[in-house]
């Protein structure tokens, strides 16, 4: 890919401690860039979620500078609009679903984004169905169960039209047929992705590329 294209992405000696003092991050530098699909691996406890809770704002780095969008990003009001066009997905989907119904979970961004009601009705159906989630939409959210936890919380980042996906462990809970369709469905989409995942052979057929994060730095790992 040329390097004259803007990464969408950019971490540039990113640095981060965990208030015990605990380093986790030092001096990571990373690019994401369009089209790219990234697997981002390492330990338990390495540090994965928390960069890409960094990415979004949702963790203070201790030094270092994140780039987004073709700007940098520092204080809470230039994280606003990173973290609706790059969604996170987080590991645990309860973190994530708060409505009533699962309609009404894909509803709730759109609506917040000003979309109008009839814009909002097409984007859920339309979300619901590339998910093939449509008879779940008036199921009460809190009654699922755990994998379908997991693809209504995806579908409402979705339903975002985000133009980066940063998925946290998307695989667990997921049935053999279920994981199927969402290898299908990411490698399809146009989304730029970093995908956080103990499954390799999920991440084999999904990424276009693999890091792994090895005390505290970002290791280009071989195709």
Known sequence: MSPLISPLIALRGLHFSYASGQDV???VDFELRAGERVALTGSNGAGKSTLLRLINGLETAKSGEIHAFGS???QEKDFREV???????????DDQLFCPTVAEDLA??????????QEVVSIVEKTLVMLKLEHLADRITHKLSGGQKRLVALATVMALEPDVLLLDEPTNDLDRDTKQHLI????????AMIIV???HHFLNKVATRQVELSNGRLLEQAA
């Open 72 to 74: 940098v990003r520092q």
């Open 184 to 191: 299908t469905l990411l490698s399809e989409l146009p989304q």
């Open 108 to 117: 709730f961004g759109p609506l917040n984004l000003g979309k109008s009601r």
């Open 83 to 93: 973290r609706v066009r790059a969604g996170l997905v987080f590991q645990d989907p």
């Open 25 to 27: 991050l030092n001096g």
């Open 197 to 199: 995942s103990h499954n």
